[in-house]
């Protein structure tokens, strides 16, 4: 099996999906692997896999490899006389944050024919803004928690009682993420949020909460990995999700009983379920007085969320064998044909 890794991306997440590109590196084993590079001005590059580290594009020195386009079919490296398509195999978009998780790679890569496991434009557009994932959530009938949205313009007067999180509405890995436990600290949480998104949410902060993350995919049948109770102080800043994006190795199963683990799994089906098809996705969910809540969609969690599945590597093999086929639309004309023999034309 081939797979391409695709990462980078003009995100504010760029440098994490370099972190987990170099993980995957690691964790794929048994697949031949190749390495597609964006930079921030949205640049292909094709990386040799002895190259992958992380140096190598904080330096710029990724600038001397190979440039791509993206055409018909696949990537090409373009030569004086002719194009030459490189073999992708299946490409994994490993994209976090801006351009691979707002839909604009999965739309490049469905316009142009290119298999890949990634959330489709849909899901994209649903899963990357947290307003509208709330929505979506409450649609097919999962709870989240009560929230207020504003805007950068409105005025910021709330009705949510303290402590609260304040979050930018289109951001993950915890940037731009704050816990406000007194007023005084309202302004300034809400300052940094504005920084990264012009659309904010607000929540109340549960002290102690319960949080599971379930990562899975739907293949010939529903593959689920661990529930993983996430050790944690009050929520997984920057610093701290950064290094998590580099686990490798399988962590441990939370101790739950038979009974959250299946309302877990149901509620991650009416999450992925037809929405998500041909990706592999997190979801992380709060306990709170036995009721089950979302808390976000990961739609591509960092390193896919390796750490979490037994045999990892022969999950994503079978996604790539069960992805959703784009219907093939026959243009013939006979509209436009009609028209002209009726103008007399034809």
């Known amino acids: 099996m081939t797979f391409t890794i695709l990462f980078g991306?003009?995100?504010?997440?760029?440098?994490?999906?370099?972190?987990?590109?170099?993980?995957?590196k690691k964790v794929l084993k048994q697949s031949a692997l190749q390495f597609v590079f964006v930079d921030a001005a949205r640049d292909f590059y094709l990386i040799p896999s002895d190259a992958?580290?992380?140096?190598?594009?904080?330096?710029?020195?990724?600038?001397?490899?190979?440039?791509?386009?993206?055409?018909?079919?696949?990537?090409?490296l373009d030569?004086?006389?002719?194009?030459?398509?490189?073999?992708?195999?299946?490409?994994?978009?490993l994209i976090h944050g801006r351009d691979g998780e707002d839909g604009k790679i999965p739309a490049l890569l469905s316009f142009y024919g290119i298999p890949f496991i990634s959330p489709r434009i849909e899901a994209s557009v649903l899963s990357y803004n947290k307003l509208y994932t709330k929505w979506f959530a409450q649609g097919v009938g999962v709870k989240t928690l009560p929230f207020e949205h504003l805007q950068k313009s409105d005025t910021r007067t709330l009705s949510t009682p303290l402590p609260c999180i304040v979050k930018p509405a289109r951001l993950g890995s915890?940037?731009?993420?704050?816990?406000?436990?007194?007023?005084?600290?309202?302004?300034?949480?809400?300052?940094t949020a504005f920084e990264y998104d012009h659309d904010v949410i607000v929540e109340p902060f549960i002290e102690g909460v319960?949080?599971?993350n379930l990562a899975g995919c739907y293949t010939d049948d529903w593959e689920f990995s661990i529930v993983e109770e996430p050790q944690k102080?009050?929520?997984?800043?920057?610093?701290?999700?950064?290094?998590?994006?580099?686990?490798?190795?399988?962590?441990?199963?939370?101790?739950i009983d038979e009974k959250l683990r299946d309302g877990l799994r149901e509620a991650f089906r009416k999450i992925y379920d037809p929405l998500f098809g041909g990706s592999l996705i997190?979801?992380?969910?709060?306990?709170?007085?036995?009721?089950?809540?979302?808390?976000?969609?990961?739609?591509?969690?960092?390193?896919?969320?390796?750490?979490?599945?037994?045999?990892?590597?022969?999950?994503?093999?079978r996604l790539a064998a069960h992805l959703p086929q784009e219907e093939n639309i026959a243009i013939d004309y006979r509209y436009i044909d009609s028209i002209q023999r009726a103008k007399g034309k034809a």
């Open 282 to 317: 997190r979801c992380d969910f709060f306990v709170v007085n036995d009721e089950i809540y979302l808390n976000e969609i990961n739609p591509i969690p960092g390193s896919m969320a390796n750490y979490l599945f037994e045999e990892f590597e022969a999950t994503l093999v």
């Open 9 to 24: 991306g003009s995100s504010y997440e760029h440098e994490i999906s370099i972190v987990s590109a170099i993980t995957l």
């Open 233 to 255: 102080e009050s929520f997984l800043d920057f610093e701290k999700k950064y290094m998590d994006f580099s686990r490798d190795e399988q962590v441990h199963a939370a101790q």
């Open 210 to 212: 319960k949080e599971y």
């Open 79 to 93: 030569g004086m006389l002719k194009s030459k398509r490189i073999e992708v195999g299946t490409v994994l978009n």
């Open 174 to 191: 915890s940037i731009g993420v704050s816990i406000v436990r007194d007023e005084a600290e309202l302004a300034y949480a809400l300052d």
């Open 52 to 76: 992958m580290k992380s140096k190598h594009f904080a330096s710029g020195a990724y600038k001397k490899e190979k440039r791509l386009t993206l055409k018909q079919g696949g990537f090409f």
